[in-house]
């Protein structure tokens, strides 16, 4: 993979203060009964008169987009600034460094954090993963849409947003997509804990992801933003994967999403080793990384970060330009163990959060900031990376996975993978 030279302009609950609590989201903050959830289906109908949502870079001809179902979506051709196709590694030929940004529950409120960190990738050459969670695109008022497994209809433990930052949220899933970002899914309602997705059966998750598919599809007709562009892109082929609430619930949920076509899970946790397959998907879970000062590691996430330094609640402000050194230094170390050693991908999730004063969004802006403009270092979304793997030979990515932790290859790559 060739980096690109140039660009378009355009909560978690902790299992205490250890190591490696796991992981959910803290953010601001349903599908009819018996009905197919799918684009082309159910109540909705496509709006008439509004604008269609002319993807200036679709189509050089400027042919309209192919509106899906009600309009939510739209075929608009293929995504703009995308790297190369990816090729095999050459014998002999050292990987890309990767480097994986993605969000949790990605959603634009008052905070405007996801234009801030979409604004820093345009900027810095990094393309990432935005996990969007179903509910920012359902009004509060059509909650009772939502029937999530376990629990009463239009039940949620993250809220929904207000019909301002909805539309403020479409307007950011619409330029991030153009900017060669992905929209990937948190799913819905973020339930953990003992009712939560760790008891979901298959079943279950497969009506979340139904549904989160469905609320993306038909905004439009329980919004009644009948006369807002389109999303650019069709779900069904955009939505390939996503991350678990809590990172809970994993094992089913893999046999959920390789049935529903999805690439990649990054719901467990992991060690910075090259990735494999489970059930055919792609587990590219979270990774242990070093946090300096303290004799343990944690998960390279805004929120293990801050339980292991103030708990899970926002602490004294004088340690917070402490903490925020902390979190930096412990992804950079995690970058470089990786960049000098295996040249596994680094993968860091995060959630558009005000914690401790805002410390982690600022660290992980300066970590974007320092690691993807370099050469050799290519800051890519999840689909990005799995498009990477699947071309690559089966006996070189298994050879990759026997290296550990900041292991460099024997003899060098040359020698190592030497064809």
Same mark, same amino acid.
């Given at each position: ?139 509060? /008022? ?6 999530? #497994? +376990?629990?009463?209809? *239009?039940?949620? $433990? &993250?809220?929904?947003? %207000? ?103 990054? /719901? ?6 090259? #990735? +494999?397959?489970?059930? *055919?998907?792609? $587990? &590219?879970?979270?990774? %242990? ?112 996975? +026997?290296?550990?932790? *900041? ?13």
């Amino acid at each position: 993979m060739v980096r690109r030279t140039t660009r378009l302009t355009a909560t978690l609950v902790a299992t205490g203060a250890l190591a490696l609590g796991l992981a959910s989201c803290s953010a601001e903050n349903g599908a009819e009964p018996g009905q197919d959830r799918g684009g082309d289906q159910g109540e909705s109908t496509p709006g008439e008169g509004g604008d269609t949502g002319q993807d200036p870079d679709a189509d050089d001809a400027g042919a309209a987009p192919q509106l899906i179902g009600d309009g939510s979506t739209a075929v608009t051709g293929p995504q703009p600034d995308q790297p190369p196709p990816p090729e095999p590694l050459a014998p002999g030929e050292e990987p890309p460094q990767f480097v994986v940004f993605s969000w949790d529950g990605a959603g634009e409120d008052g905070t405007e954090l996801f234009s801030r960190f979409r604004e820093i990738g345009e900027r810095y050459d990094a393309d990432m993963t935005f996990f969007l969670s179903g509910i920012y695109l359902l009004p509060e /008022s059509e909650r009772l849409r939502y029937e999530p #497994p +376990g629990h009463v209809p *239009g039940a949620s $433990d &993250i809220g929904y947003l %207000s019909d301002e930052h909805i539309a403020d949220t479409l307007d950011q899933l619409r330029l991030a997509w153009h900017e060669g970002n992905e929209i990937g899914t948190h799913f819905n309602g973020h339930f953990c804990g003992p009712t939560g997705v760790d008891s979901w059966s298959v079943d279950d998750w497969r009506s979340e992801i139904e549904q989160a598919k469905w609320m993306v599809q038909n905004w439009r007709s329980t919004t009644g933003l009948t006369d807002a562009d389109p999303l650019p892109f069709d779900y069904e082929e955009e939505l390939i994967g996503g991350r678990a609430p809590c990172l809970e619930g994993q094992e089913n949920l893999l046999s959920a999403a390789a049935e529903m076509g999805f690439r990649y899970d990054s /719901s467990g946790n992991a060690q910075q080793v090259w #990735p +494999g397959q489970r059930n *055919g998907v792609w $587990d &590219i879970s979270l990774q %242990s990384v070093p946090m300096p000062g303290r004799s343990f590691e944690t998960l390279a996430m805004d929120y293990n970060f801050m339980v292991n330094q103030s708990g899970p609640e926002s602490g004294d402000p004088a340690m917070w330009p402490t903490w925020q050194a902390q979190m930096h230094d412990g992804l950079i170390a995690a970058f470089d163990r990786a960049n000098e050693g295996n040249r596994a991908p680094l993968i860091i999730g995060n959630h558009f959060n005000q914690w401790n004063g805002g410390i982690y969004m600022d660290a992980v802006a300066d970590v974007i900031t320092e690691l993807c403009p370099r050469e050799g270092v290519e800051c890519v979304s999840f689909r990005q990376l799995v498009d990477w793997l699947d071309v690559q030979d089966p006996e070189v990515l298994d050879r990759l996975r +026997g290296l550990g932790v *900041g292991e460099a290859p024997p003899g060098g790559w040359e020698t190592f993978l030497a064809g």
